[in-house]
């Protein structure tokens, strides 16, 4: 019987497991799954496959002259979601609690 210090099997598996490992990671670097959000098709003929350009803009607030009070809502995100200063709001609604908001109440965004 061979002895265990000696033994193939001994050298081989340390081996086997860093070719799998090897192998795991040329797989996953070399795939490009992931890096651009497509799907692995093909582009039809004619389109450039890549990333598509992206343009940080603002996003425009809706012009709305009266807003319905949600619940958790506070005059002072009422007016960043709506690009508006917390005084603007105030001032065309002087009836209206800062502090006090009721959901269903109506303000007034604009004139």
């Known amino acids: 019987m061979p002895d265990a ?3 193939p099997a001994r050298l081989l598996a340390p081996l086997a497991l860093a070719v799998c490992t090897v192998a795991f990671f040329a797989i996953l670097l070399g795939s490009d799954a ?3 959000g497509s799907s692995g098709e093909a582009a039809p ?3 450039v496959s890549g990333p598509a350009e992206t343009t940080t803009t603002e996003r425009v ?3 709305r002259r009266n807003y319905t ?3 958790n809502d506070s ?3 009422i007016a960043q979601r709506f690009g508006l200063d917390v005084e603007q ?3 065309l609604n ?3 609690d800062p502090q006090g908001l009721v959901v269903g109440q109506r303000i007034k965004l604009r004139e």
């Open 75 to 77: 005059l002072d995100g």
């Open 5 to 7: 210090a000696h033994s």
């Open 94 to 96: 002087p009836e209206v």
């Open 69 to 71: 009070v949600k619940p």
């Open 61 to 63: 607030p809706p012009v």
């Open 45 to 47: 003929a004619g389109q």
């Open 34 to 36: 992931g890096d651009d």
């Open 89 to 91: 709001i105030q001032e």
